[in-house]
């Protein structure tokens, strides 16, 4: 049976377009079209549309809002439209918390000019989350979501870079799924992530403390613009530092470096100071994780600790295996907690997961490891 789609867009020509690369997979069948938030969340309880790509603004109710009512009322798997912009990223953002799973430009010389790559790249979405989505139910991720949606902007985290207190207690985590080795105390802590991403990381960024005690290196699939979005966004939300990597930052305990979107983030030889590198077209990945891991391989050995979360596609399996042939450790997030197993699965399937952990733990056992 092919995925049931609902195309949510206030413009009859993106209406129409969006409906003909749709049919063009023959996987795919749309079921439904609204032309604004409010007709999309009274028309899913109908449709039942196996997923629904959103616009984000629209009249009558904008696409924001109309994710958290469909979350709450019918969840069901949304792919946003997002623009390139700073502001654009910053709504798209605010979707993504509200429980959308994923965004895909919204290019309008793209979507004018019948682009074959627009096209390949929109299937593949629709079809690797429906599909996800009914192996993995929608609902739980949404409620976290949610939660975090909800507490964004209300969020009074700890103050930053606290001195270190040996006598600050340990916080139990339930039994990991894999026996943990004993390896070195680890001086950088490198996580990567792509599709459900935003969502993870706020989950894990949020549960260090103030004085977490070494640097972070960040890695965030992502367009320009929407990681400096991003980064003042986990700020706001975390105890520890965040912010958009520049070239020539200094690595400093406590302050989590995110890899600006378009761009590669590697480590000096000394493993000091971050490296923001312009676009190589040999790249799939623009930051890829692979590159960030095998650079830290390089610069620290064994001495980081290296996580993959949630995400489409593969990348940090390579540098996943540089690290592991250093000394170094690797913890990857489990099936059941992903918004796609795609690159925890490959590193797992691969045999580098020291540790495989739900999303909810993986925090927790960072503040454990490290402080």
């Known amino acids: 049976m092919p995925v ?31 032309s604004n938030g409010r007709e999309a969340v009274e028309m899913v309880a109908k ?15 904008d696409g924001v809002t109309a994710v958290r009512h469909i979350m709450a009322e019918n969840p069901t798997p949304i792919l946003m439209f997002s623009s390139l912009t700073y502001e654009g990223a910053r709504i798209t953002l605010d979707a993504l918390a509200a429980g959308a799973l994923d965004f895909i430009p919204k290019d309008f010389a793209e979507v004018s000019r019948n682009s074959v790559t627009l096209t390949q790249k929109l299937h593949e979405r ?3 989350l429906a599909r996800q989505a009914k192996s993995t139910p929608v609902v739980s991720s949404a409620n976290t979501a949610t939660r975090h949606a909800a507490t964004a902007d209300r969020v009074t985290p700890l103050p930053k870079r606290q001195p270190l207190t040996s006598s600050r207690p340990r916080v139990e985590s339930t039994k990991s799924s894999s026996t943990k080795k004993t390896f070195s105390k680890p001086k950088l802590l490198v996580v990567g992530a792509s599709t459900g991403g935003p969502v993870a990381l706020t989950d894990v960024l949020t549960k260090l403390p103030g004085n977490f005690p070494i640097p972070i ?25 965040v912010r958009e990597a520049v070239d020539g930052d ?5 302050v989590a470096l995110l890899a600006p979107g378009g761009k590669q983030m590697m480590l000096d030889s000394r493993g000091s100071k971050v490296k923001v ?12 994780l692979d590159i960030t891991f095998g650079s830290a391989a390089n610069s620290l050995s064994d001495r980081v600790l290296g996580v993959v979360l949630t995400g489409m596609g593969s990348d ?30 490959a590193v797992a399937r691969a045999n580098l997961s020291d ?6 733990e993986i925090g927790i056992e960072i503040a454990n490891e490290v402080t």
Request: glycine share 4%; charged share 25%; net charge positive.
């Open 4 to 34: 049931r789609v609902m195309i949510v867009d206030d413009s009859h020509f993106f209406q129409t377009r969006l409906k003909e690369i749709i049919g063009k997979n023959a996987n795919l069948q749309v079921v439904a079209v609204a």
């Open 355 to 360: 540790r495989i952990l739900p999303l909810k």
């Open 316 to 345: 940090g399996c390579k540098g996943a295996e540089l690290l592991k042939q250093k000394g170094a450790q690797i913890w990857s997030q489990d099936e059941a907690s992903c918004v796609i197993y795609g690159m925890p699965m």
């Open 47 to 61: 449709a039942k549309p196996d997923i629904i790509t959103m616009d984000f603004e629209m009249p009558v109710m």
């Open 250 to 254: 200094t690595l400093r305990p406590g």
């Open 217 to 241: 290196l960040l890695v965030q699939h992502m367009p320009e613009n929407f990681t400096k979005a991003f980064a003042e966004r986990l700020n706001k939300q975390c105890a520890i530092e």
């Open 126 to 128: 629709l079809l690797t």
């Open 277 to 288: 590198m312009p676009d190589d077209v040999r790249i799939n990945y623009k930051p890829s």
